[in-house]
């Protein structure tokens, strides 16, 4: 089992930027993927970067250039920089894995608004 606890979400205007946190714990070892996935209300659950155990990464286009994942060398936490925040951003943040099958955090409110 792995459990995923995601941080840093909040209030900030447009322009700013803030960086989301993803702490996992439990059996991490093994862990293919991490990923960052939004959903802004009224509308489906998007991918929003993905990094892979290699090191590389994946952007969905409406972030790439704005947007950085990163995580810690063991997986421990995976982060979201996320820079040049717009409206269009604001959605519930969730921390998702890969590892035999996939899990999910609770989410995390990120509201760009002036």
């Known amino acids: 089992q792995v459990q995923l606890v995601e941080s840093g979400g909040g209030l900030v205007q447009p322009g700013g930027s803030l960086r989301l946190s993803c702490t996992a714990s439990?059996?991490?070892?093994?862990?293919?993927?991490m990923d960052w996935y939004r959903q802004a209300p009224g509308k489906e659950r998007e991918l929003v970067a993905t990094?892979?155990?290699?090191?590389?990464?994946s952007y969905a286009a409406s972030v790439k250039g704005r947007f950085t994942i990163s995580r810690d060398n063991a997986w421990k936490a995976v982060y979201l920089q996320m820079n040049n925040l717009k409206p269009e951003d604001t959605a519930v943040y969730y921390c998702?894995?890969?590892?035999?099958?996939?899990?999910w955090g609770q989410g995390t409110q990120v509201t760009v608004s002036s």
């Open positions: 998702h894995a890969w590892k035999l099958r996939e899990y």
């Open positions: 439990g059996s991490i070892l093994g862990i293919n993927t």
């Open positions: 990094l892979f155990s290699g090191g590389s990464t």
